[in-house]
């Protein structure tokens, strides 16, 4: 199929926003509360009578009931109409957010296990509802990408853009209306979803483990679900300690290192973006792309640690971004088109192995730290990578 064939065949981005708004919108809102959660740690810790600390410690457990809920419900992601999914997914985000407005340990506790189980339901089944609205494999891969694409631009504005309603309500206003506008969409998905079909309708035979045994015969899917794994916990690991890097190495202070963490959250936005812009209207094999967008991002990680200068370690977090985001739209549209109607089951686990890699990274890169310093960490960040690295040659030669 020649490019212009495939730039035919897939809509510009602004037609598939028209068309994917619904979806795109719940992404948006599916990082309020834990955004919230975040600026407001210490008038939150306050107000619940515990340390930063121990409040702050508790987003952990967000992490583990995605893991746990993303990898037992994924063979049951896509027996049931998309939009009945997703409005599960937000209903119990909006209650969430209103427990989280109660503002005690416990009310905290349950509400971070809340958010981290509701996104696990949410974002696969919002990635794989988009996907089904096209029927070309090009077409369905860009619209999760740009679903992706839109969740990592709103991790960057969320906070501006709940900064200004905080001076109004403060932080509980903010998790109440996070938790009226999630309700509310969650009654519009049940409505869109009446009628409609769930995606292997014609296959509700297959058993639990079977849908596993399905997903790993699917070509690749074990190595780009390494890969995910392993390349969020290189990334998320590197992110945790950022801040502490340009302050100990340039002396940065908070106020300046807010602009590091925009460059790094655009780079990241703009790569993912394009990236899967480029995948679906261009005749490269996203293979081949994947290969090369690892192989930078081990090359950036293993150079961002011993640069000598600020312009130069600039350039590398740009570099870390956008590598890491071509690299993630590449996983979810190689997952995307080769899983046809198990799309929903195989984004479900790939966002558990990501949930799992986001808190490995951090445990990981604080063992290099404590052992070895900046070149422990920088020599941690870049064998995870590294064995990403091997696991995409996999997917190439395959």
């Given at each position: 199929?020649?490019t212009?064939q495939?730039?035919?065949?897939?809509?510009?981005?602004?037609?598939?926003?028209?068309?994917?708004w619904?979806?795109?919108l719940?992404?948006?809102?599916?990082?309020i509360?834990?955004?919230?959660f975040?600026?407001?740690?210490?008038?939150?810790?306050?107000a619940a009578g515990?340390?930063?600390?121990e409040?702050?410690?508790?987003?952990?457990?967000?992490?583990?009931?995605?893991?746990a809920?993303?990898?037992l419900?994924?063979?049951?992601?896509?027996?049931?109409?998309?939009?009945?999914?997703a409005?599960?997914?937000?209903?119990?985000?909006?209650?969430?957010a209103?427990?989280?407005a109660v503002?005690?340990?416990?009310?905290?506790?349950?509400?971070?296990l809340?958010i981290?189980?509701?996104t696990s339901?949410?974002?696969?089944?919002?990635?794989?509802?988009?996907?089904?609205?096209?029927?070309?494999?090009?077409?369905?891969?860009?619209?999760a990408?740009?679903?992706s694409?839109?969740?990592?631009a709103m991790?960057?504005?969320?906070a501006?853009?709940?900064?200004?309603?905080?001076?109004?309500?403060?932080?509980?206003?903010?998790?109440?209306?996070a938790s009226?506008?999630?309700?509310g969409?969650?009654a519009?998905f049940c409505?869109r979803?009446?009628?409609?079909t769930?995606?292997?309708t014609?296959r509700?035979?297959?058993?639990?483990?079977?849908?596993?045994?399905?997903?790993?015969?699917?070509p690749?899917?074990?190595p780009?679900l390494?890969?995910?794994?392993?390349?969020?916990a290189a990334?998320?690991?590197?992110?945790?300690?950022?801040?502490?890097?340009y302050?100990?190495?340039f002396d940065?202070a908070?106020?300046?290192f807010a602009l590091?963490?925009?460059?790094?959250?655009a780079s990241?936005f703009?790569?993912?973006?394009?990236s899967?812009?480029?995948?679906?209207?261009?005749?490269?094999?996203?293979?081949?792309?994947?290969?090369?967008?690892?192989?930078?991002?081990?090359i950036?990680?293993?150079a961002?640690y011993f640069?000598?200068t600020?312009?130069?370690?600039?350039?590398?977090?740009a570099?870390?971004?956008?590598?890491?985001?071509?690299?993630?739209?590449?996983?979810?549209?190689?997952?995307?088109?080769r899983?046809g109607?198990?799309?929903?089951?195989?984004l479900?686990?790939?966002?558990?192995g990501m949930?799992?890699?986001?808190?490995?990274?951090?445990?990981?890169g604080?063992?290099g730290?404590?052992?070895?310093?900046?070149p422990g960490?920088a020599?941690?960040?870049?064998?995870?990578?590294?064995?990403?690295?091997a696991c995409a040659?996999?997917?190439?030669?395959?």
């Amino acid at each position: 199929m020649s490019t212009q064939q495939l730039t035919a065949e897939v809509p510009g981005d602004l037609r598939m926003v028209k068309r994917l708004w619904p979806f795109l919108l719940a992404s948006t809102v599916s990082l309020i509360p834990f955004t919230v959660f975040g600026m407001y740690l210490v008038p939150i810790s306050d107000a619940a009578g515990g340390s930063v600390a121990e409040i702050g410690g508790l987003r952990g457990l967000g992490g583990l009931a995605a893991l746990a809920v993303g990898v037992l419900l994924a063979p049951l992601m896509d027996r049931a109409p998309r939009e009945l999914v997703a409005a599960a997914g937000l209903a119990l985000l909006g209650v969430s957010a209103a427990l989280g407005a109660v503002g005690n340990v416990f009310a905290l506790a349950a509400f971070c296990l809340l958010i981290g189980a509701s996104t696990s339901i949410l974002a696969p089944s919002i990635g794989a509802a988009a996907a089904d609205r096209f029927r070309s494999p090009a077409a369905a891969g860009r619209a999760a990408t740009l679903v992706s694409a839109t969740t990592s631009a709103m991790a960057m504005l969320a906070a501006p853009v709940l900064a200004g309603p905080g001076l109004i309500w403060g932080w509980r206003g903010n998790l109440l209306a996070a938790s009226v506008i999630a309700l509310g969409l969650s009654a519009a998905f049940c409505i869109r979803g009446r009628g409609r079909t769930a995606p292997i309708t014609g296959r509700q035979h297959v058993s639990y483990l079977a849908t596993y045994r399905e997903l790993a015969r699917i070509p690749g899917a074990v190595p780009l679900l390494a890969i995910a794994m392993l390349r969020t916990a290189a990334f998320m690991g590197y992110l945790a300690y950022l801040a502490a890097f340009y302050d100990d190495k340039f002396d940065l202070a908070p106020g300046w290192f807010a602009l590091v963490w925009s460059l790094s959250g655009a780079s990241f936005f703009l790569g993912n973006l394009l990236s899967g812009r480029y995948l679906a209207t261009t005749r490269a094999r996203t293979e081949r792309f994947l290969l090369i967008g690892i192989t930078v991002a081990l090359i950036a990680v293993a150079a961002f640690y011993f640069s000598p200068t600020l312009p130069l370690t600039l350039v590398l977090t740009a570099v870390m971004g956008a590598s890491h985001a071509s690299v993630a739209a590449c996983v979810t549209t190689l997952l995307v088109r080769r899983s046809g109607d198990l799309r929903g089951s195989a984004l479900s686990v790939n966002t558990a192995g990501m949930s799992l890699g986001t808190f490995l990274g951090a445990a990981i890169g604080g063992v290099g730290l404590a052992l070895g310093g900046y070149p422990g960490t920088a020599i941690t960040f870049a064998g995870l990578t590294l064995v990403a690295t091997a696991c995409a040659l996999r997917i190439q030669c395959d």
